[in-house]
């Protein structure tokens, strides 16, 4: 590895450190860890990834009905009035939004969108 890759690295490794101290970041891990330890949660959880994957295997047969839409919804809907997931998921969108701006800052001097297109080539923009 030439020392500029080994620069270019070294500065990623630090962006990765400098992002985990973000108060968004800190904000995210704090949020996850009490909807990790919240019981009522983690049930909630498990009935809406279930419910979830039922519908998924449904539609998939073409079995699927509207009800089994509801049934989905209300139980992602009663997840989410949770407040530990509500403020998980708060915390979860602060962390996004932080994580575009930056995304914006990195591609704009090298004309790529890592977020959309690394791998990507020679797209119409």
Known sequence: MS???TSVE???????????????????EETKAEVEANEEAQEKIKKFER??????????????TQEDVTKVQEAQE?????????DYLAAQDELSAR???????ISAPIAVDFGQQAGGCCQDE
């Not at 070294?10 to 995210?28: K, R, S, W």
């Not at 009663?78 to 509500?86: E, G, I, K």
């Open 99 to 105: 994580l575009e701006d930056l995304n914006r800052a």
């Open 51 to 64: 419910l979830r994957q039922e519908f998924m295997l449904a539609r998939q047969t073409g079995e699927a």
């Open 3 to 5: 020392d500029e890759e």
């Open 78 to 86: 009663d997840l989410h009035s949770l407040p530990v997931m509500s």
């Open 10 to 28: 070294e500065m990623a490794t630090e962006l990765g450190e400098a992002i985990a101290d973000t108060p968004e970041y800190q904000q995210f």
